[in-house]
């Protein structure tokens, strides 16, 4: 009878032995075509997220709400995964290859530096395309209004709550990424993926690629009186709905906080337990 998934020692020697050396590997255009791809990958679950959640809240209530968001948000790293892009938050697990002197620490900058602005890229692509679709003016603008919402509170959250939201989303991405290369099957992928992303949505924790989507919607749609007049929103919040609150009062933060729970909790702990102990244990043979 077949092996129906690979154990988490074979997972990690896979990472840091093959998987992680050929993302560092990748030229500049296919990194950068791949990244556009999974920054507009995550978009498309963040947008679904929104249309999805904005009128739940009156009929099942928050908590219900946050899980059917989240639900339906996996879609994002589903395509990541399985149709093939190269995520920032994702690719922290290079940091294995890195501990094991597979690639260098300026391949892994290099390979994060290029993955993540190509990520924006992606993610204001979609912004474009769901601006101009004019998605948001559902349910009466409805929509609209709850992208307003999730992007202003998002810009005013102030640092250290950023930051440790962003470590337990990456922790959480990362593991998905992880149990989904234990799946030999399509299908183990996609139950993989999905119940952490979930759980990190659902969570509320800080994503800084789904973030590079769900400001810029918001600042967009910050210019348009109705929706604005409709948000009921504080004029000093919206304030801060601007390119340093998504650069600055975000993304650093939050960003910093993704490498601590991905490259660290995951990667890093993982190597240690897994690799150099299977290493240490064949030097004593």
């Known amino acids: 009878m077949a092996i129906e998934c690979k154990n988490p020692a074979?997972?990690?020697?896979s990472l840091a032995d093959s998987v992680c050396v050929k993302k560092v590997n990748l030229n500049f255009l296919n990194l950068s075509i791949l990244?556009?791809?999974?920054?507009?990958?995550?978009?498309?679950?963040a947008e679904l997220a929104t249309i999805?959640?904005?009128?739940?809240?009156?009929?099942?209530?928050?908590?219900?709400?946050?899980?059917?968001m989240g639900a339906v948000f996996s879609i994002g790293l589903m395509l990541v995964v399985i149709a093939g892009a190269e995520l920032f938050t994702g690719n922290n697990l290079i940091v294995l290859a890195v501990l094991d002197k597979k690639v260098s620490i300026?391949?892994?900058?290099?390979?994060w530096g290029i993955v993540y602005v190509a990520n924006i890229v992606g993610s204001l692509i979609l912004v474009a395309i769901m601006y101009y679709s004019r998605l948001w003016e559902g349910g009466g603008q409805a929509i609209g209004?709850?992208?307003?919402?999730?992007?202003?509170?998002?810009?005013?959250?102030?640092f250290w709550p950023a930051f440790f939201r962003g470590i337990g989303c990456n922790w959480l991405v990362c593991l998905a990424v992880w149990m989904a290369l234990s799946a030999r099957h399509t299908v183990g992928k996609v139950f993989a993926i999905f119940f952490p992303i979930m759980a990190f949505v659902a969570s509320g924790f800080e994503h800084?690629?789904?973030n590079m989507f769900?400001?810029?919607?918001?600042?967009?749609?910050?210019?348009?009186q109705p929706i604005v007049a409709a948000s009921g929103i504080a004029a000093e919040k919206l304030q801060n709905l601007d390119l340093f609150g998504f650069l600055v009062r975000n993304e650093v933060p939050v960003t910093l906080g993704n490498i601590v729970g991905g490259a660290f909790f995951v990667g890093v702990l993982y190597w240690i337990a897994y690799v150099r102990k299977s290493k240490k244990e064949l030097e004593a043979k």
């Open 10 to 13: 074979t997972i990690a020697s």
């Open 35 to 45: 990244g556009i791809f999974a920054g507009a990958f995550i978009g498309f679950g």
């Open 52 to 68: 999805v959640g904005h009128d739940m809240g009156k009929f099942v209530g928050v908590g219900l709400t946050k899980f059917m």
């Open 106 to 111: 300026w391949g892994l900058l290099r390979n």
């Open 145 to 158: 209004v709850f992208s307003l919402k999730i992007a202003t509170a998002k810009a005013n959250l102030t």
């Open 208 to 210: 800084s690629v789904a």
């Open 214 to 224: 769900f400001i810029p919607m918001g600042m967009a749609l910050k210019e348009i």
